[in-house]
């Protein structure tokens, strides 16, 4: 009797791990194969073209950014650009951003953050994302798919060139000017639409560190390292968003 009870409890323990093995797998390990398509609005392309280009804009959502220490907040701005749509591997940019207007406090009071003329005939921001692990459908990043559909990864970077800089911050009605710069920083974007004041939105998602350099007028407080700490924007497809913006694996 004893031994039965124990052999009991023994199958009740290894089950109860067993349970607890997969649910901690399905949380952790990202299902997927690497990015090959990118569909907008239900469409991969419009033929003839393999790839072609679609409008998208932003609005600033939520996030903060650190500054020598302090951490300061945005009160809003809007971004536009365009999305690559068909064909993709993650070898280029997919959103690339020429038009930037926000508005966020720092050391020296508000400031806005804008992409130069420059830097916009240049192609402007660039977005990229390589993710090896994404799926058909709006799954990646809380969408319908369960816990292990992560966001879609990439990588945002904000260029040094044109000189003096790509992104210009600029504060005390245009007297302290200074340049961000960042490379490699993480992107990550959220498939899953959501309606906020009767608009379809996705989420862009920015983390990471850049620096601050070329400053004049700002009493030295423009310099050194800052933070991103999840600047996110709400994208929407500018001629209006339906099934969104896909990353996928097959056409």
Not at 18 to 26: M, V
Not at 46 to 69: E, L, M, Y
Not at 125 to 137: A, I, L
Request: proline share 6%; glycine share 16%; charged share 10%.
């Amino acid at each position: 009797m004893h031994l039965r009870k124990t052999l009991t409890v023994a199958a009740a323990l290894a089950a109860g791990l067993l349970g607890l093995t997969a649910t901690a797998n399905a949380a952790g390990t990202p299902i997927g194969a690497p990015v090959q398509f990118i569909r907008v609005n239900g469409a991969t392309s419009t033929p003839p073209a393999a790839t072609d280009t679609v409008p998208i804009n932003a609005i600033f959502k939520s996030g903060t950014a650190t500054f020598a220490g302090s951490t300061y907040g945005c009160s809003g701005g809007t971004m536009a650009g365009t999305t690559k749509r068909g064909a993709y591997t993650g070898t280029t940019p997919a959103f690339q951003f020429t038009t930037v207007n926000i508005t966020c406090n720092t050391p020296v009071g508000n400031a806005t953050v804008s992409v130069t003329p420059a830097c916009a005939a240049l192609g402007g921001v660039p977005v990229t994302f390589n993710d090896p692990v994404v799926n058909d459908g709006l799954l990646d990043g809380g969408g319908k798919g369960g816990p292990k559909y992560f966001n879609v990864l990439g990588t945002a970077d904000i260029p040094a060139t044109p000189a003096p800089g790509c992104v210009k911050v600029s504060a005390l009605g245009g007297l302290c000017t200074a340049y961000a710069v960042g490379f490699g920083l993480t992107a990550q974007f959220n498939e899953a639409i959501k309606t906020v004041g009767g608009v379809s939105y996705q989420d862009l998602i920015y983390k990471g560190n850049g620096s601050l350099v070329n400053q004049s007028g700002c009493l030295g407080l423009y310099t050194g390292v800052f933070t991103l700490n999840a600047i996110t924007f709400n994208i929407q497809v500018t001629g209006g968003t339906t099934t969104g913006i896909d990353f996928r694996v097959t056409k």
